[in-house]
């Protein structure tokens, strides 16, 4: 008892430890407190019923399971669910927490909020896998089964937390010296003291620890952990708001002067509303699918290492800005005050309902910068994001598409002529919309090809809308994937701050640029707007982003530069992007050898297994007479293998005549003993002791031994691999 009850701070902190591993769902803070009260107070409750009454017995079990059910749900009032319990939501948020919650958080961007229905969680897990625990150290003599309910627990921290923030390597290895010094703690000592098997046990279980905590970051893995979100459904995508950005952008200009937010930042940056990357002939929408966030903004799928980084905070009011979505500038990392939704592959962020004036929020922004050598070595991205990025259809009511579509490829192809790489595809056809039309903002909105149609031929005026649709159009038809931003870049200084202070953002600074998707950068923005637009603003207004002027101008001498290069040369058009082709599937005697190979293996796994666990069986089966049982049929299989073909007619003495011939005098000191054991077993009227069990025991190992050095190993490998050897114990001669 005394073993049992030192057990139970291990156990209780093995618990604990094993609901530290959801920090990569909530983070440690959210975490801490849940999971102290959830490992120490049933730990206190089971130790309490466990000692004797007056009887002399402990109470029992269901006694404890009713009482520690109790002081869960008082328990988790207090430090989980106050607040539901304070406004009358606490059967609600009980019942969604126990329930729902896995769900909910693996339908979440990680780190998750700390909400209480979901952090009910935490501490349900937490409170089980230390009862469970407590209750198997003191009712039970096992040594190490008291650490399974938390290594459930872990088990499942490790499933909800993949992708999360962090590392679980700091509490894998504290687990791993719990475990060991809880099977010290259990481990019968010899003399009496218990506390003895601590001495040295203690220090090695922390110095294995402290080895899994440094070996852990260098062990290989062989593939991507599993993830468990691929198998749940995420909530059907909802349309976030009636009015696409891309169609406000007409009325906004006409009213400049209207301030939608304002922006605190300590540099100048595009601000991005909206990602319209699916074009159907007549309107650009967007294809996003937003999943809840509880602060963390994912880097982008694509994003590859080039270009240097830096943070940049942004403190966002909202004003008379319209719709769901928030501007941030890209690409945003962190959102904190405002609960939002997130598309992990554009980074747009969208609230549940509509904005509301006066809501304010920080977001922390990931700023790109890429040089002049990372867009010369730029290649087109062929993922199958960018291609659906390329594609082109006869959208609703587009009945001279065909005719239309080649007029834009002729368009493009004359404006990049000479163009050598993507680049500068991109880059010369941007600097070419730029002096072909001019700005205008009473041009009529829309654009589908039949507007844009005419916005190239005839009308060539328009605003930030027709440029942008224009480029993303006429890009996918040199096989560039594009799509169309909504945003807003420069601002108007708020009262008598200047840079570094608050800017408003105003109707008239509203934006639209094309973003080309490159391999290893991602979506890099193109800007074939002409200058007019910034002249036309107020004379206050300040430039457009740093960021943004600094690419532009890069990309202007990336066209300029070829356009010099391409002087006097033929010029050619730029061969169309290659579909993508799908890998062929593999041919069916692939998966027919892949199926053998696995029953091959299946079947020699098997083979190696079942004489391991016959033996096992045999020498802890019961009784002594079951076990001397077991040790002739282990004796018998081990002369097996110099030809005894069968035992059913032999007497043990007969056997044990046939090893010695082909053994010598070193079988006759075993099997003749062990002969003796068996015959006595069989017919003495008293049932042998147990020292008569391990004798025979030792007789057999001794044996085994001398069958091995007789025959050698690779002989009775190749014996235990016969189908003979998987089959039922024979009875004993």
Request: proline share 9%; glycine share 10%.
């Amino acid at each position: 008892m005394i073993r049992r009850y030192l057990s139970l701070p291990v156990t209780a902190a093995l618990a604990a430890v094993a609901g530290l591993a959801f920090h990569r769902v909530f983070g440690y803070g959210p975490v801490l407190p849940v999971v102290a009260a959830a490992a120490v107070v049933p730990t206190l409750l089971s130790a309490a019923l466990s000692g004797p009454r007056k009887e002399g017995r402990s109470w029992p079990l269901w006694i404890s399971l009713v009482l520690t059910v109790a002081a869960w749900a008082g328990t988790v009032a207090v430090t989980v669910l106050r607040p539901a319990l304070a406004d009358g939501t606490f059967p609600h948020a009980l019942r969604e927490g126990v329930l729902g919650s896995w769900k909910s958080i693996l339908t979440t961007l990680l780190p998750a909020p700390a909400e209480p229905r979901l952090l009910v969680l935490v501490h349900v897990l937490v409170w089980l896998a230390a009862f469970g625990s407590a209750e198997l150290a003191l009712r039970t003599s096992l040594r190490a089964a008291p650490c399974l309910p938390a290594l459930a627990v872990f088990g499942t921290a490790l499933l909800l937390g993949v992708d999360g923030p962090g590392s679980n390597l700091p509490p894998a290895a504290a687990a791993v010296v719990l475990i060991a010094v809880l099977v010290l703690v259990r481990s019968p000592s010899r003399g009496g003291a218990a506390w003895r098997p601590l001495l040295l046990g203690v220090p090695a279980a922390a110095a294995l620890g402290g080895l899994a905590l440094l070996a852990g970051p260098y062990v290989p893995v062989g593939a991507d952990p599993y993830d468990p979100r691929e198998q749940v459904q995420a909530p059907p995508p909802q349309q976030r708001d009636g009015v696409s950005p891309l169609d406000r952008v007409g009325g906004w200009l006409l009213t400049p002067d209207q301030v939608l937010f304002t922006v605190k930042a300590s540099r100048r940056e595009n601000m991005r509303l909206a990602v319209l990357d699916r074009f159907d002939g007549v309107t650009w929408s967007s294809a996003a699918r937003f999943v809840p966030t509880g602060s963390r903004v994912p880097r982008a799928p694509e994003d590859g290492g080039a270009g240097k980084r830096r943070t940049a905070v942004q403190e966002i009011t909202v004003r008379d800005l319209p719709g769901v979505w928030a501007p941030a500038a890209d690409r945003p990392r962190r959102v904190d005050g405002l609960g939002v939704v997130v598309d992990p592959a554009g980074g747009t962020l969208a609230v549940a309902g509509e904005l509301r004036k006066g809501q304010t929020y920080r977001v922390t922004s990931e700023i790109r910068e890429l040089t002049a050598g990372d867009l010369a070595a730029a290649r087109v991205a062929t993922d199958a994001e960018a291609r659906a990025a390329t594609r082109l259809p006869w959208g609703p009511g587009a009945t001279r598409a065909p005719v239309q579509l080649a007029e834009f490829r002729r368009f493009a192809e004359g404006a990049t002529d000479g163009a050598s790489s993507p680049v500068q595809r991109a880059a010369m056809l941007a600097v070419h919309l730029k002096s072909y039309a001019r700005y205008d903002v009473t041009a009529p909105p829309g654009h589908s090809y039949r507007q844009l149609d005419y916005f190239l031929s005839e009308g060539r005026r328009g605003t930030p809308e027709h440029f942008a649709a224009s480029y993303a159009v006429l890009a996918r038809s040199l096989g560039l994937p594009t799509r169309v931003m909504v945003g807003f870049s420069g601002g108007k200084a708020a009262g008598t701050a200047g840079t570094g202070g608050v800017r408003e953002m105003r109707a008239g600074d509203v934006m639209v640029w094309p973003e080309v998707k490159f391999e290893g950068l991602g979506w890099v923005p193109f800007n074939p707007t002409p200058q007019q637009a910034s002249r036309s603003r107020r004379s206050d207004s300040v430039a457009a982003g740093d960021t943004q002027q600094k690419l532009e101008q890069l990309q202007k001498n990336a066209a300029s530069q070829q356009r010099g290069a391409g002087a006097g040369k033929t010029p050619q058009a730029p061969p169309a992007a290659a579909p993508a082709q799908e890998e062929p599937p593999l041919p069916w005697w692939v998966y027919a050898a892949s199926a053998a190979g696995l029953l091959v293996l299946a079947y020699v796994a098997a083979a190696l297994l079942a004489p391991a666990l016959r033996r096992r069986r045999r020498r802890r089966g019961g009784t002594p007479a079951a076990r001397i049982a077991g040790a002739w049929r282990q004796a018998l299989d081990h002369l097996g293998d110099l030809g005894l073909a069968t035992a059913r007619t032999l007497t043990a003495h007969e056997v044990a005549r046939f090893g010695t011939g082909r053994l010598g005098d070193p079988a006759a000191r075993h099997l003749g003993p062990l002969a003796d054991l068996v015959n006595r077993t069989r017919f003495a009227p008293a049932p042998p002791p147990e020292q008569a069990a391990e004798r025979a025991w030792e007789h057999t190992d001794e044996l085994g031994r001398l069958v091995t050095a007789k025959t050698g190993r690779l002989r009775r490998l190749r014996r235990r691999l016969h189908p003979r050897s998987l089959r039922r114990d024979r009875p004993p001669g």
